[in-house]
């Protein structure tokens, strides 16, 4: 079996309210070299079958997991024991 890790994120393009918010409270909380925060998404995907995993992650994550037009994803695959 291998597990896919599936991390997205928003293109640097767009705005991160969420990452911006979260900074702001925690240079209120006195971490001021704090610069930037992102936020994100994660999932974990066990394949049985990996014959074609590069080809069946690509289109799962176009097609279900993130939103083509302001998020981008990587993804590391590792083995199952």
Known sequence: MKLVKVYVTLKTSVLDAQGEAIKSAIQTMGY?????????????LLFDDYS??????????????????????????????
Do not use: W
């Open 32 to 44: 001021d070299h704090v610069s930037q925060v992102s936020m994100g998404k994660y999932f974990e």
């Open 52 to 81: 074609q995993l590069d080809q069946d992650v690509d289109a799962i994550c176009d097609e279900l997991l993130t939103n083509p037009n302001i998020e981008t994803y990587r993804y590391e695959i590792v083995e199952e024991k």
